[in-house]
């Protein structure tokens, strides 16, 4: 079975680090790019970022929002994601998913992990 | 960036009925427009993608469509299990954008 599972989530205080993991598993992690996204209390989806696959580099694109506080990085050797997430605000309190990403000339998000609850508060 | 303005922000429905909802794009994002499913609790599911392809095991009953920078996705009849809410998504460029959602409940 095609499967996403998130892990890390907690409670952290602004200005704190945490690092959440997108273990993947019933697919060749290595074909495919990541995306993360996250959303916040009763908001909508907001695209965090994404990693592109070995063969196109690795490269990372961020939001706006996050671009220079978290970084998305990739493990092919235990088939993982992770997004480092530093420098915390309150208002990166949301659940954060990631998501399989499909490329091949459209592009789009076709399998999800559950998500995990990140909330940032003194 | 590429708004994605979608519409309505929410509705109410009964089983057995069609279902419309809209999405426009603020400028030409081609066929790069995406509609997932979210449920409270639930991993996001993919509906369609590429403004009108069905994605692998979803009903039927779900339609996409496209009229220049303004995109549909129709449930023909709905069904129990589709009250939950809906958002639309571009895929032309980054930043990846989403339309505001919207939540089908049960009339």
């Known amino acids: 079975e095609v499967q996403l599972v998130e892990s890390g989530g907690g409670l952290v205080q602004p200005g704190r680090s945490l690092r959440l993991s997108c273990a993947s598993s019933?697919?060749?992690?290595?074909?495919?790019?990541m995306s993360w996204f996250r959303q916040a209390p009763e908001k909508g989806l907001e695209w965090v970022g994404f990693?592109?696959?070995?063969?196109?580099?690795?490269?990372?694109e961020y939001a706006a929002s996050v671009k220079g506080r978290f970084t998305i990085s990739r493990d092919e050797s235990q088939s993982t994601a992770y997004l480092q997430m530093d420098s915390l605000k309150t208002d990166d309190t949301a659940v954060y998913y990631c998501?399989?990403?499909?490329?091949?000339?459209?592009?789009?998000?076709?399998?999800w992990g559950k998500g995990t609850t990140v909330i940032v508060s003194s | 960036d590429i708004q994605m303005t979608q519409s309505p922000s929410s509705l109410s429905a009964s089983v057995g009925d069609r279902v419309t909802i809209t999405c426009r794009a603020s400028q030409s994002i081609s066929s790069y427009l995406n509609w997932y499913q979210t449920k409270s609790g639930q991993a996001p599911k993919l509906l369609i993608y590429a403004a009108s392809s069905l994605q692998s095991g979803v009903p039927s009953r779900f339609r996409g469509s496209r009229s220049g920078t303004d995109f549909t996705l129709t449930i023909t009849s709905l069904q129990p299990e589709d009250f939950a809410t809906y958002y639309c998504q571009q895929s032309y460029s980054t930043p990846l954008t989403f339309g505001g959602g919207t939540k089908v409940a049960i009339k």
């Open positions: 998501a399989r990403a499909v490329t091949h000339f459209y592009y789009y998000m076709d399998v």
């Open positions: 019933g697919f060749t992690f290595g074909d495919y790019a």
């Open positions: 990693i592109r696959s070995k063969d196109y580099g690795a490269t990372t």
